[in-house]
């Protein structure tokens, strides 16, 4: 499973460096890529790779354009790796949560004390996910019992928010 992420909020893209968006593309996407290339020399039929991604891979957020890019980054490479998989009886998807309370969100810098304590309010449930709410997504696609025949999926978790992709 490739977890991985960095997020910092930027008012806008002008606001983005190099170096802040070098590291938020090698913490987000290069280590699923790297992660993934080096596991496959291990991995056997009814393997399954999982991808955590993000609600902003789907629709986007203005102070995360970095971040959101990344995650749509790995949720066209969590598509095109699952079709060069298939063959293999590799089956590769990821998890889109919704916003969810993780230790991103008290050190993001574009975050004030009284945002963070605000975050996820505006959802249709009203509050983030916690960590456990994700994992059943998690369990369900790795399990060759409920999942065998699903491949190339970005199974949507956002607490009520729809979107198509």
Do not use: C
Request: aromatic content about 6%; proline content about 5%.
């Amino acid at each position: 499973m490739s977890n991985a992420a960095h997020q910092d909020r930027k008012k806008s893209l002008a606001d983005l460096d190099d170096k802040e968006m070098a590291r938020t593309f090698q913490t987000n996407i290069y280590a699923y890529m790297r992660v993934a290339r080096r596991a496959l020399k291990y991995m056997k039929r009814g393997s399954a790779i999982i991808a955590t991604s993000s609600v902003t891979g789907i629709l986007g957020e203005k102070m995360l354009a970095d971040y959101s890019s990344t995650k749509g980054a790995i949720n066209a490479f969590t598509k095109s790796l699952a079709q060069d998989l298939v063959e293999k009886g590799i089956r590769v998807n990821a998890v889109a949560p919704g916003p969810v309370w993780t230790p991103l969100n008290p050190v993001d810098k574009g975050l004030s004390a009284r945002k963070v304590a605000r975050f996820g309010a505006s959802g249709p449930m009203g509050r983030p996910a916690q960590p456990e709410e994700l994992a059943p997504a998690y369990v369900f696609l790795a399990s060759n019992a409920d999942s065998s025949y699903i491949t190339g999926t970005v199974l949507q978790v956002m607490g009520g928010v729809t979107a198509g992709g």
